[in-house]
Antibody, heavy 120, light 113 residues
């Protein structure tokens, strides 16, 4: 059974850097084709993909946020970390991590999400 | 970037009736090496993460009721919910995974009439 869980601060101030951790079990990020993605959803709005890290450490970012995003993995701890710099109130959202399944490459399993509010 | 456009924004359907949700992409989602459409459909209920229903346009996930079906190819896709049940009230999203940046549609909210 695959599980993912997001952790990190739920309140950050404008201009601060957000660091979120996705802790997962049930799969390995060393398996060919596997990846972990981050997606966010502002309250009442649609889903927005942020970043994806692959088993071979290839990384992809949303073009609109690329300058502010960094994604890394720690395969020994089964964790993926996302940092988003220069936080702004418009970055207030629920942040999800998801498992990219090998074979069909779809985001098959998601964490429950963590609501991050940006406010002074 | 591939833009995904869903229609309608919202839909009210009577219990037991059919709901038809549409999704259009700005470029073909067919990978010619395997002739598969790289589009997925998700269901999201309030306060919950998205749940994967369909991948490769028409492949239903294990445990998803067979009243959910996906169809289409290229740039035009449909999610059909036959025999709508009360528990199907949710927002549904299409998503392309043909290329990065991965992109989602704006969602279709399904309600009971």
């Amino acid at each position: 059974q695959i599980t993912l869980k997001e952790s990190g601060p739920t309140l950050v101030k404008p201009t601060q850097t957000l660091t979120l951790t996705c802790s997962f079990s049930g799969f390995s990020l060393t398996t060919t084709g596997v990846g972990v993605a981050w997606i966010r959803q502002p309250p009442g709005k649609a889903l927005e993909w942020l970043a994806l890290i692959y088993w071979d450490d290839d990384k992809r970012y949303s073009p609109s946020l690329k300058s502010r995003l960094t994604i890394t993995k720690d395969t020994s701890r089964n964790q993926v970390t996302l940092t988003l710099t220069d936080m702004n109130p418009v970055d207030t959202a629920t942040y999800f991590c998801a498992h990219r399944r090998n074979g069909d490459f779809v985001l098959s399993s998601w964490g429950q999400g963590i609501l991050v509010t940006v406010s002074s | 970037d591939i833009v995904m456009t869903q229609s309608p924004d919202s839909l009210a359907v009577s219990l037991g009736e059919r709901a038809t949700l549409n999704c259009k992409s700005t470029q073909s989602l067919i990978y010619h090496s395997n002739n598969k459409n790289y589009i997925a459909w998700f269901q999201q209920k309030p306060g919950q993460p998205p749940r994967l229903l369909i991948h490769w346009a028409s492949s239903r996930e294990s445990g998803v009721p067979d009243r959910f079906s996906g169809s289409g190819s290229g740039t035009d896709f449909t999610l059909t919910i036959s025999n709508l049940q009360a528990e199907d009230v949710a927002t549904y999203y299409c998503q392309q995974y043909y290329s990065t940046p991965l992109t989602f549609g704006g969602g279709t909210k399904v309600e009971i009439k």
